[in-house]
């Protein structure tokens, strides 16, 4: 098995240990040292790095396992590692961001399934490399999010429909109606602290820079500290000022912008002149979201929404209420006047439970729903092409064709094959039936092609019934 020192600046961090193959060692031997450094290499008697995910300025992530729990649980530990030549105030601030996230985790992570949970924290102390001297080193030990983040998405697929946005945007404003309702200001919302894991469900990850505000009114903070993303932080922020559940929504806001027009300098959409982000000459979106986001980004805590459940609702009446034109790219942006009167008063926010907060169902736009049913109905006549010159009887040759194609339509479901896939599988497939038609005789290749375009324009005719049921339906009910 290899461990992974986490030792900075350790010469050869990787260690193997062949007798660690065997899970009834790994879990009674006492320990395991750094073959390079000397570094003790199981943490806390339990936690196995075998992993570095990545580095930052205040510490580094490594993924590990717990050979504490039954089936070696995947987990993440986080060393508290400042980068630099830090004066004693910026490290204790540093140490204190650090260990503030740990409370914030084991105060909320297990109260909401979509805040990773916290499993561990604590010192290590050990000899230095230097004679005489001594290191310590801060752990923090929280559940393994198996999934990409919102900016690895972006990099990897492109600009994000507004449905996606949407989607995006509900779901982490019902986590921050959660966090600010604790008394809690995450203070870094970015596409890099949004999480989704393989099954669809969004995270919100990195409290380390919150901003907790005890024995006060969640609106008015105390002065904030200097740690922010620079064009994700509102002014209030940047001048270190107070900080406000606004402020969460103005950075929230900037983070679907960066979705909606795949812009990775999201600053050069900010126009310093006129101190107001100019975004909607790059984007097509309704004009209600977009009316909402301007909201968001005003540069005045006080005219923003002052909460999350506000532009839930709001959000909730533009679904309701609000007729489905569009802008046209080209006019000129329209930024609204700030509001001279505060919104409607909201009823007092009840404690929200975990199933309030679950995630919603996943959706696909309508472009994307009907390219999915014409890749699976052309993929499935394939198969079944394909199976009946190889098969002995109709009825197999149909029951393995459907159980191919469910696999195809749960993997596309979960999201395992999507983009140039819808295109690569056909490819291939086609390929492979027209080879075997070849070699055992059959169909024309020009029969192959019709059916199987048939069963595409069959699949896309039946899923726009389908949806157009489905929503007839919802009107009436």
Same mark, same amino acid.
């Given at each position: 098995?290899?461990?992974?020192?986490?030792?900075?600046?350790?010469?050869?961090?990787?260690?193997?240990?062949?007798?660690?193959?065997?899970?009834?060692?790994?879990?009674?031997?006492?320990?395991?040292?750094?073959? $390079?450094? @000397?570094?003790?290499?199981?943490?806390?008697?339990?936690?196995?790095?075998? &992993?570095?995910?990545?580095?930052?300025?205040?510490?580094?992530?490594?993924?590990?396992?717990?050979?504490?729990?039954?089936?070696?649980?995947?987990?993440?530990? &986080?060393?508290?590692?400042?980068?630099?030549?830090?004066?004693?105030?910026?490290?204790?601030?540093?140490?204190?961001?650090?260990?503030?996230?740990?409370?914030?985790?084991?105060?909320? @992570?297990?109260?909401?399934?979509?805040? !990773?949970?916290?499993?561990?924290?604590?010192?290590?102390?050990?000899?230095?490399?230097?004679?005489?001297?001594?290191?310590?080193?801060?752990?923090?030990?929280?559940?393994?999010?198996?999934?990409?983040?919102?900016?690895?998405?972006?990099?990897?697929?492109?600009?994000?429909?507004?449905?996606?946005?949407?989607?995006?945007?509900?779901?982490?404003?019902?986590?921050?109606?959660?966090?600010?309702?604790?008394?809690?200001?995450?203070?870094?919302?970015? !596409?890099?602290?949004?999480?989704?894991?393989?099954?669809? &469900?969004?995270?919100?990850?990195?409290?380390?820079?919150?901003?907790?505000?005890?024995?006060?009114?969640?609106?008015?903070?105390? !002065?904030?500290?200097?740690?922010?993303?620079?064009?994700?932080?509102?002014?209030?922020?940047?001048? @270190?000022?107070?900080?406000?559940?606004?402020?969460?929504?103005?950075?929230?806001?900037?983070?679907?912008?960066?979705?909606?027009?795949?812009?990775?300098?999201?600053?050069?959409?900010?126009? $310093?002149?006129?101190?107001?982000?100019?975004?909607?000459?790059?984007?097509?979106?309704?004009?209600?979201?977009?009316?909402?986001?301007?909201?968001?980004?005003?540069?005045?805590?006080?005219?923003?929404?002052?909460?999350?459940?506000?532009?839930?609702?709001?959000?909730?009446?533009?679904?309701?209420?609000?007729?489905?034109?569009?802008?046209?790219?080209?006019?000129?942006?329209?930024?609204?006047?700030?509001?001279?009167?505060?919104?409607?008063?909201?009823?007092?926010?009840? &404690?929200?439970?975990?199933?309030?907060?679950?995630?919603?169902?996943?959706?696909?736009?309508?472009?994307?729903?009907?390219?999915?049913?014409?890749?699976?109905?052309?993929?499935?006549?394939?198969?079944?092409?394909?199976?009946?010159?190889?098969?002995?009887? !109709?009825?197999?040759?149909?029951?393995?064709?459907?159980?191919?194609?469910?696999?195809?339509?749960?993997?596309?479901?979960?999201?395992?094959?999507?983009?140039?896939?819808?295109?690569?599988?056909?490819?291939?497939?086609?390929?492979?039936?027209?080879?075997?038609?070849?070699?055992?005789?059959?169909?024309?290749?020009?029969?192959?092609?019709?059916?199987?375009?048939?069963?595409?324009?069959?699949?896309?005719?039946?899923?726009?019934?389908?949806?157009?049921?489905?929503?007839?339906?919802?009107?009436?009910?």
């Amino acid at each position: 098995m290899e461990i992974y020192c986490t030792r900075p600046r350790c010469p050869r961090p990787q260690n193997y240990f062949s007798d660690l193959d065997d899970h009834g060692t790994i879990r009674t031997v006492q320990q395991k040292y750094c073959t $390079a450094c @000397g570094m003790p290499l199981m943490l806390d008697g339990r936690y196995l790095p075998i &992993k570095l995910l990545g580095r930052g300025g205040f510490g580094a992530a490594f993924l590990a396992r717990d050979r504490r729990t039954p089936g070696m649980r995947q987990c993440v530990v &986080k060393q508290f590692q400042p980068a630099g030549d830090l004066s004693p105030t910026q490290l204790q601030l540093a140490q204190d961001l650090f260990e503030r996230e740990a409370v914030v985790l084991e105060q909320i @992570g297990r109260q909401h399934e979509q805040i !990773p949970d916290l499993y561990a924290f604590f010192p290590v102390i050990i000899p230095s490399l230097q004679a005489g001297e001594q290191d310590q080193f801060f752990y923090l030990v929280q559940e393994y999010i198996d999934g990409q983040n919102l900016e690895e998405e972006l990099a990897q697929k492109g600009k994000y429909s507004e449905q996606e946005v949407l989607e995006i945007l509900q779901e982490i404003l019902k986590i921050l109606k959660f966090v600010h309702q604790k008394n809690i200001i995450h203070r870094d919302i970015k !596409p890099s602290n949004i999480m989704r894991d393989r099954y669809g &469900k969004l995270f919100l990850l990195d409290f380390g820079a919150v901003k907790l505000v005890t024995n006060a009114p969640i609106g008015a903070s105390a !002065p904030s500290t200097n740690i922010y993303s620079m064009g994700f932080a509102p002014p209030e922020q940047m001048s @270190g000022g107070q900080v406000f559940p606004s402020t969460d929504l103005y950075a929230l806001a900037v983070t679907i912008l960066m979705l909606l027009t795949g812009e990775t300098e999201i600053t050069q959409l900010f126009d $310093a002149y006129s101190n107001q982000w100019k975004w909607r000459g790059h984007v097509s979106v309704s004009p209600h979201l977009a009316d909402i986001l301007d909201k968001m980004l005003l540069s005045a805590a006080n005219q923003r929404y002052q909460s999350a459940q506000e532009v839930l609702d709001a959000l909730n009446v533009s679904q309701n209420h609000i007729p489905s034109t569009y802008i046209n790219p080209r006019q000129p942006s329209v930024t609204p006047q700030p509001q001279s009167q505060q919104t409607q008063t909201q009823p007092p926010v009840q &404690k929200q439970s975990v199933s309030a907060t679950g995630p919603v169902k996943q959706q696909f736009s309508l472009i994307k729903l009907l390219a999915r049913a014409a890749f699976s109905g052309f993929e499935g006549a394939l198969i079944t092409i394909g199976l009946s010159t190889i098969l002995p009887s !109709p009825v197999i040759t149909l029951a393995a064709a459907c159980v191919i194609l469910s696999g195809l339509i749960y993997a596309q479901w979960k999201r395992w094959i999507g983009g140039s896939d819808l295109l690569i599988f056909p490819a291939i497939t086609l390929g492979i039936v027209l080879f075997l038609l070849r070699v055992r005789g059959g169909f024309t290749i020009e029969e192959v092609i019709i059916l199987s375009v048939a069963a595409a324009l069959m699949a896309i005719a039946a899923t726009a019934l389908f949806r157009l049921i489905y929503k007839l339906l919802s009107l009436l009910l």
